[in-house]
């Protein structure tokens, strides 16, 4: 079993910049695959970054590309993800995700059916 805890939601005004953080805890030496999502009131939850934690190959929506950076702390093994130039469409709950090993049906980097554990989300607010 994993465990992720994220932390460093908040609210900024447009133009502001936020970094959240996903803390991996249990049986974590097996991820392969970790990965950002949001979910905006109403609508389906979205892949916004995703890493692959032995390359650290990254992967992001076209709607965050040039301005949120995934990366990871290898020691810690802590993922991040830094979030400049934020607009209002960025509001919504985001959600750490990992996905052990690399065997099985690959979804997609930034699918949701890729990833078996999930954090408890933090809640990112970016008003006008």
């Known amino acids: 079993q994993v465990q992720l805890v994220e932390t460093g939601g908040g609210s900024v005004q447009a133009g502001g910049s936020l970094r959240l953080s996903c803390a991996p805890s249990?049986?974590?030496?097996?991820?392969?695959?970790m990965a950002w999502f949001r979910q905006a009131p109403g609508k389906e939850r979205e892949g916004v970054a995703s890493?692959?934690?032995?390359?650290?190959?990254?992967y992001y929506d076209d709607s965050v590309k040039g301005r949120f950076t995934i990366s990871q702390d290898m020691n810690k093994g802590t993922v991040y993800l830094q979030m400049n130039s934020l607009k209002p469409e960025d509001t919504a709950i985001y959600y750490c995700a990992a996905r052990e090993g690399y065997g099985g049906t690959f979804y997609g980097a930034l699918a949701v059916p890729q990833y078996n554990y999930w954090g408890q989300g933090t809640q990112v607010t970016v008003s006008s």
């Open positions: 890493i692959y934690t032995t390359s650290g190959v990254t």
């Open positions: 249990g049986y974590t030496f097996n991820i392969a695959y």
